[in-house]
Structure formats: C-alpha cells, structure tokens
C-alpha cells in the first residue's frame, strides 16, 4: 500500500473528504460502481470512469441519467477486434475462482453432497458444466479440468468453442442451445455461468426449475 506522502511526492494532492473530491474534480476514476452518497454528487460537469455493470440495476442506472454526468463504463471499452482489455483481467479472476467455489460448496460440511471435484481412487470425479466459452469460461473450464473434474463448455460461438478444445484437449466443447443446456445441467455437480451479453442482462439460460432438477 502506497501513503499519502507518495501520492505528493508523484504529483498529486490529498484533500480531506470525498466532498472535496467532488467539489473539484472534473474526471473522477473509480474501481468500484458508485455507491449512493457518490452517486447523488455527480453534476453535469463531471466524467466518471469506472466499472458500472449497469444491465442488472436500474436504480444506478436511472440515477446516474439524472445526475447529467458524462459516465464511462470500464468494462463496455473495446478494441477494434471487439475485445474488452479492461474487462478482461477481472473475468479471468472470475473463472479461475469459480471452480474452487465450486469445489468448497461440494463439501458435506458446506451443505453439499460431500464429493470431491477430483474424485479419489476408486470414486469418480464431479461433473462441472460451464456456460460460455469466453475468458470466464475458458479460465474456469482450465482449473476445473486440472483438478480432475469432468469438465463440459457451452457456447453458441464455434470460434470459442475451437479454441477452448485446443488450448484444453480433455475438455468436451458442445454447441450451445436450451435443450442441450437441460441435459447436461441436469447430470452435472456444479454449473458455472459464464455469459457476457455486452450492455445488456445476460439472459436466464438456467432457471430455478432446472436448478432443482439437479
């Protein structure tokens, strides 16, 4: 962690309290969604940069068009091939943490079956199911894979599919449609949802029903 007397020392300016920051600031830059006591700050004048994830809440989303601000969203940035660099880093995150979580909410003592995502001798490994064939799901379909588990990628998106098979030949890459969605949810230990619609809701491709029918 960098101190105050570093910040100084490259240039910046400390000011004592976020009112300031937004008394002064034209460009504020942000990690986080802005929170409620943020949000109510912004005035025409600013430019907010940070990741919003907008799709899933319209109180920010209709607070934020209030406030007049001019706001750029982190990970909605693009290159010229359709990749989003600023995305990337935190879904990769995403995907590799998944499996674990996965793993932990397998356990008996987390109030799961009691089965190991790897299986032991004798005892066959969890099935793992991952929705989306992007950084997420890639990620998350190379650590489920290396810790043994049976491990199957949907997508719609051949190209993702292809290069998921190269990159990890024991994983199964399918074609992704709702009845191939309902067979192997069904028979699987842990799903892993890994969908980006850009500016959009990732649509509900396994609803409350099916997750029952696990």
Do not use: W
Request: with cysteine; proline share 5%.
């Amino acid at each position: 962690m960098l101190s105050d007397e570093a910040y100084v020392a490259a240039g910046a300016r400390i000011v004592p309290d976020a009112e300031s920051v937004f008394a002064e600031a034209e460009l504020i830059v942000k990690v986080k969604e802005p929170l409620e006591q943020e949000y109510l700050r912004l005035e025409p004048r600013h430019i907010l940069f940070t990741y919003l994830h907008l799709a899933p809440d319209p109180g920010l989303t209709d607070a934020l068009v209030r406030s007049g601000a001019t706001c750029l969203a982190y990970e909605t940035v693009e290159t010229a091939q359709g990749r989003k660099p600023l995305l990337a880093p935190m879904s990769e995150i995403a995907g590799r943490l998944a499996p674990q979580v996965g793993a932990y909410f397998l356990e008996r003592m987390s109030g799961g079956k009691g089965k190991l995502l790897s299986g032991a001798t004798g005892v066959k490994a969890a099935s793992v199911v991952i929705l989306g064939a992007g950084i997420a799901g890639s990620n998350a379909a190379a650590i489920a894979s290396g810790m043994g588990a049976y491990t199957k990628v949907l997508d719609i998106d051949v190209d993702a599919l292809a290069a998921v098979q190269k990159r990890l030949p024991g994983v199964q890459t399918l074609h992704s449609d709702q009845l191939t969605i309902e067979e192997e949810v069904v028979g699987a230990d842990v799903v892993i949802g890994a969908i980006l619609v850009s500016g959009a809701k990732t649509p509900v491709l396994v609803p409350i029903d099916l997750v029952k029918a696990m």
